[in-house]
């Protein structure tokens, strides 16, 4: 894992975009998508401390193949696309061991997608994303540029998976290993999941939503970071809280809560601790 970014590619940084060799650039911009799509680099890296931290100069450096790109036709199927002829669709050959079930989906050059991953159609991997080997990503889901997604993540049917590419020091969306993210689901703003927990069909999670604790009596908010932080094995459903304006409660009018009905313990998989908390 590179801890800095490789020289050819920090000149390229460091160059005033009119004075850019575009066709340097974009043999640079080649082999550092590669080493994206192997795992070799990414856009955010645990830490000895089980901190994350995002890495700058990756997120850079995917940008910068957004800025010298050339639009460009790239229809396929009888359908008309047009994009940035520098950041196509990822090759994935059948040796890669990723599962992709036909129906539409499409993953972007630049993203890296273990052995192992199931893709259900139609569902969306964006660039600097990375997930591990394990995860199944349903249909109509999506996982946004340089979200990070752990193993054996379960990614229900239209949840979508935030991206979080500017700015280059901003932490993107985290998923960590075995968590199951329900139907409809929406985490956004860099949210980080910590392992095992559980969001039900229909969370909503951002950078400034609070999240309340019900099993801990507490208010989860995001910490210095700008962080909001959902802790290892919690069991989140949608839920509600009163508006305190006298207007509000004399309508009736409450407000969208999230909130933490249990814990997973090492007995409980990810369906029993759901179906229990919604009973």
């Not at 640079?28 to 994350?52: K, M």
């Not at 249909?139 to 193993?151: D, F, T």
């Not at 009596?217 to 910490?223: C, G």
Request: net charge negative; with cysteine.
């Amino acid at each position: 894992m590179h801890s800095s970014a490789p020289s050819e590619l920090r000149a390229l940084l460091e160059t005033p975009p009119e004075e850019i060799d575009r066709t340097a650039a974009r043999a640079v911009l080649s082999d550092f998508l590669g080493e994206l799509e192997q795992g070799h680099i990414r856009a955010a890296v645990r830490n000895d401390d089980n901190t994350w931290e995002a890495i700058p100069w990756v997120k850079a450096g995917i940008l910068l193949g957004f800025r010298i790109g050339t639009l460009t036709d790239v229809s396929t199927g009888g359908m008309k696309f047009f994009d940035k002829d520098t950041l196509p669709l990822r090759s994935t050959q059948l040796e890669h061991g990723v599962r992709i079930v036909p129906g539409g989906s499409a993953i972007r050059a630049g993203a890296y997608v273990a052995p192992g991953v199931i893709c259900m159609p139609p569902m969306y991997i964006n660039v600097g994303a990375y997930v591990d080997t394990g995860t199944m990503i349903d249909s109509h889901a999506l996982v946004g540029s340089c979200a990070q997604v752990g193993s054996r993540v379960h990614i229900s049917a239209a949840a979508q998976i935030g991206g979080v590419l500017e700015p280059p020091n901003a932490l993107p969306v985290i998923i960590e290993d075995d968590v199951f993210v329900g139907g409809n689901c929406g985490v956004y703003e860099g949210c980080l999941v910590r392992r095992s927990a559980v969001l039900a069909p229909g969370v909503i999670l951002t950078g400034s939503t609070p999240v309340y604790d019900l099993v801990n009596e507490r208010i989860l908010r995001r910490d210095e970071r700008r962080v909001l932080e959902i802790p290892k094995g919690a069991v989140v459903v949608p839920g509600n809280r009163r508006s305190q304006s006298p207007f509000a409660e004399s309508h009736g009018v409450s407000l969208y809560a999230p909130v933490i009905v249990k814990y997973r313990d090492e007995r409980t998989d990810a369906s029993t601790a759901l179906e229990s908390a919604l009973r």
